[in-house]
């Protein structure tokens, strides 16, 4: 599967934006789906996943939790993340990426990464 993340850009604290991954190929609705992002001179983080189907069941990182929300929407083979009350600690590049097999939120575990858009938060 290759994935297409968009939706970055500039916005001052307190502000919203929407990420979005658009994904190709086929049993988009196979895969769990899950944010990560890399601030400046940080290691990448997770940030929030979505089981696979219906995406029923979700998790997020304890510094997003109640600010930020995935969704996935399989007819058009996209997932969101919503992200609210946005913080400057919260600049980064965003990825998106995919795996089959692990609802998890190691890294190391998604087998598939879109190319990342940037987020920036000005205070």
């Known amino acids: 599967v290759q994935l297409q993340a968009s939706g970055g850009g500039l916005v001052q604290a307190g502000g919203s934006l929407r990420l979005s991954c658009a994904a190709s190929g086929r049993a988009f609705s196979n895969y769990v789906m899950g944010w990560f992002r890399q601030g400046p001179g940080k290691e990448r983080e997770f940030v929030a996943a979505?089981?696979?189907?219906?995406?029923?069941?979700?998790t997020y990182a304890d510094s997003v939790q109640g600010r930020f929300t995935i969704s996935r929407d399989s007819a058009k083979n996209t997932v969101y993340l919503q992200m609210n009350s946005l913080k400057p600690e919260d600049t980064a590049v965003y990825f998106c990426?995919?795996?089959?097999?692990?609802?998890?939120?190691?890294?190391?575990?998604?087998?598939?990464w879109g190319q990342g858009t940037l987020v920036t938060v000005s205070s």
């Open positions: 990426a995919a795996n089959q097999y692990s609802f998890t939120r190691l890294p190391a575990e998604y087998d598939y």
């Open positions: 979505i089981s696979r189907g219906g995406g029923g069941v979700r």
